[in-house]
């Protein structure tokens, strides 16, 4: 069974947008996160937003990313905008127990990673 099931990754060029979705169904979670995974490297968070609704992003996104949830969390959003060639991944929806997660480079540990990602692609 499925348990999350991201979507609306594409291709774009450079300063577009996109919005990314993450739907998830059974699993209980207080924090969610959108994380990223480019070939041969680490997953690294993205952006985060904890149980009591804060929110914080990667530096490397800020000002550019903002991630959303509706009200009962069933549904995670990602909306990007002024994209650039580096921010092509694979982007994933990352489920946390955790209230609030603590902050560091190290974030990425705290969540599960269920679903399968959402390639995005941006072209110079």
């Known amino acids: 069974q499925v348990q999350v099931v991201e979507s609306g990754g594409g291709s774009v060029q450079a300063g577009g947008s996109l919005r990314l979705s993450c739907a998830r169904a059974?699993?209980?979670?207080?924090?969610m996160a959108w994380a990223r995974q480019v070939p041969g490297r680490e997953r690294e968070w993205v952006a985060i937003i904890d149980g009591d609704g804060s929110t914080r992003y990667a530096d490397s996104v800020k000002g550019r990313f903002t991630i959303s949830t509706d009200s009962d969390k069933k549904n995670l959003y990602l909306e990007m905008s002024s994209l650039k060639p580096e921010d092509t991944a694979v982007y994933y929806c990352g489920l946390s127990a955790v209230w609030k997660v603590p902050e560091g480079p190290d974030s990425t540990q705290f969540f599960s990673f269920w679903g399968q990602g959402t390639q995005v692609t941006v072209s110079s």
């Open positions: 059974s699993l209980q979670a207080n924090s």
